[in-house]
């Protein structure tokens, strides 16, 4: 069973940095695509980020390219999103998901989330 548990989020201003973790088991980093996604309150999905191991890249949404980062360390079986330069409207639920595709919306194994909310 896959199973992905993040955390690190909190209160932060804006212009300020945080780092998500998240810790997964049950699969390998190595055979899977990870990315993040997040959701608003009253607002739909929005993905973040996912990786694409076939061209050992990672695709990232407009709203957050050039601020967050997706890495890994596979050692540890764990992903972690740096976030920098944080806005108001990064204020969300994150949640942390395997087997991705950024383009399709498709998000099939995630964790319960971390709230991440951004004081302007």
């Known amino acids: 069973e896959k199973q992905l548990v993040e955390s690190g989020g909190g209160l932060v201003q804006a212009g300020g940095s945080l780092r998500l973790s998240c810790v997964t088991s049950?699969?390998?980093?190595?055979?899977?695509?990870v990315g993040w996604f997040r959701q608003a309150p009253g607002k739909g999905r929005e993905g973040l980020v996912c990786?694409?191991?076939?061209?050992?890249?990672?695709y990232y949404a407009d709203s957050v390219k050039g601020r967050f980062t997706i890495s890994s360390d596979n050692a540890k079986n764990t992903v972690y999103l740096q976030m920098n330069s944080l806005k108001p409207e990064d204020t969300a639920v994150y949640y942390c998901?395997?087997?991705?595709?950024?383009?399709?919306?498709?998000?099939?194994?995630r964790g319960q989330g971390t709230q991440v909310t951004v004081s302007s």
């Open positions: 990786t694409a191991r076939s061209f050992n890249t990672a």
């Open positions: 998901a395997a087997d991705c595709g950024l383009y399709t919306d498709y998000w099939p194994y």
């Open positions: 049950g699969f390998s980093l190595d055979r899977y695509d």
